[in-house]
């Protein structure tokens, strides 16, 4: 693909509802990494996958946040229970096999809650 | 863990003048230092990067230099043009160990290039 894609773009929700968040990665990368991003700050890591195994979670900020690669491929982001705090822009990066190489961010989901 | 710290937060420039942004990190197993270009709405754009094997790094207006010794690093634009105005982000990764892999950002410069 031309670049590593997200959807939605823009997500409004109401506190307490359940979002899930898409990133299609660059054709053929191996390495995908979900970053949040709070409004004036810098990216901070939440997880990685390597193919379909989350090798780190450790970043994820509660239980209430899930990440899933299932066939390796497309990853899906879902926040339950979303509070205020949540809201933040979240991006997808992936890089082509390992995790020494470089990312490649998406152009992010900006997700508002209400 | 990692820590990225980044300065300044703003910097204003004229058009054809250089931009310096500076940044220091404190874990020693760091050996991989990339630059970020972020324009408003999109995602992160990789626009140079340099491994802690080597000093400096140049390609065309930019250039970054590596101070493993004093752990800091800095981003040079030189003959700077309007289009380079946007947020840009410093980061730092070290290959190993349980963290390996995760990108350590700064929180970022907005830089403003006056026509």
């Known amino acids: 693909g031309a670049g590593v894609s997200q959807s939605p773009r823009y997500k409004v929700a109401k506190r307490g509802q359940d979002v899930a968040l898409r990133c299609d990665p660059i054709?053929?990368?191996?390495?995908l990494f979900w970053y949040q991003q709070a409004l004036g700050q810098g990216p901070e890591f939440l997880t990685y996958?390597?193919?379909?195994?989350?090798?780190?979670k450790s970043g994820l900020p509660s239980d209430r946040f899930f990440a899933e690669r299932p066939e390796g491929s497309v990853s899906t982001l879902k926040i339950q229970r979303t509070q205020q705090e949540d809201s933040a822009v979240y991006l997808c990066?992936?890089?082509?096999?390992?995790?020494?190489?470089?990312?490649?961010f998406g152009p992010g989901t900006r997700l508002l809650v209400l | 863990g990692e820590n990225v710290e980044q300065h300044p937060s703003t910097l204003s420039v004229q058009e054809g003048d250089s931009a310096v942004i500076k940044c220091t990190y404190s874990?020693?197993?760091?050996?991989?230092f990339p630059w970020y270009k972020q324009e408003l709405g999109k995602g992160p754009q990789l626009i140079i990067d340099i491994r802690s094997n080597v000093g400096e790094k140049k390609d065309q207006r930019i250039a970054v230099t590596l101070n493993k010794t004093a752990k800091h690093f800095s981003l040079h634009i030189t003959e700077t043009q309007p289009e380079d105005s946007a947020v840009y982000f410093c980061?730092?990764?070290?290959?190993?160990?349980?963290?390996?892999?995760?990108?350590?950002f700064g929180r970022g410069t907005q830089l403003t290039v006056w026509p």
């Open positions: 874990d020693s197993a760091s050996n991989y």
């Open positions: 054709s053929g990368h191996v390495s």
């Open positions: 996958f390597q193919n379909e195994a989350q090798l780190d």
């Open positions: 980061a730092a990764r070290h290959d190993r160990g349980s963290t390996l892999g995760r990108l350590y």
């Open positions: 990066a992936s890089s082509l096999v390992e995790v020494r190489e470089t990312q490649y």
